[in-house]
């Protein structure tokens, strides 16, 4: 059984103790991240240990949302060159805004003065729920 650093031990969440779990896991996990990304688990260590094990946008590790507890290797559409390790939900964001800057720098200046704001008094979202509806109030 060809073992993988304590890193990725704990990064995927294998048992040394039970070494055929270990390795059919360790090797479904090469297989898929070669497949996937042509990366090598030495380079796959070194992003995450560059990372500190946190997603590259918001710093936070990955989580146990649905199945997936693990970070996606973000790459660039066009070079087709890894950029980083994202979590599910900023690699989703990344997706949702075509990769392109221009809507990211869009987005965060939406959030900092948004449209609304320009109008005095600034209307509010009121709605209570009846049965399943959502109406104003």
């Not at 997936?68 to 950029?83: G, P």
């Amino acid at each position: 059984m060809k073992r993988v650093s304590e890193t990725l031990e704990r990064y995927i969440g294998l048992n040394p103790d039970n070494p055929s779990e270990y390795a059919k896991r360790a090797g479904n996990w090469r297989r898929v991240q070669k497949h996937r990304s042509g990366m090598s688990p030495t380079v796959f260590e070194d992003l995450l240990n560059v990372q500190n094990g946190l997603c590259a946008i918001c710093k936070e590790p990955p989580t146990k949302e649905g199945k997936s507890r693990l970070f996606h290797v973000d790459h660039d559409t066009t070079t087709k060159l890894i950029r980083g390790l994202l979590c599910t939900k900023c690699n989703t964001a990344l997706g949702l805004f075509r990769e392109k800057t221009e809507y990211l720098q869009a987005a965060s200046m939406y959030l900092l003065k948004s449209p609304a704001a320009q109008l005095q008094p600034r209307p509010r979202m009121v709605r209570e729920q009846r049965g399943s509806k959502l109406f104003p109030t």
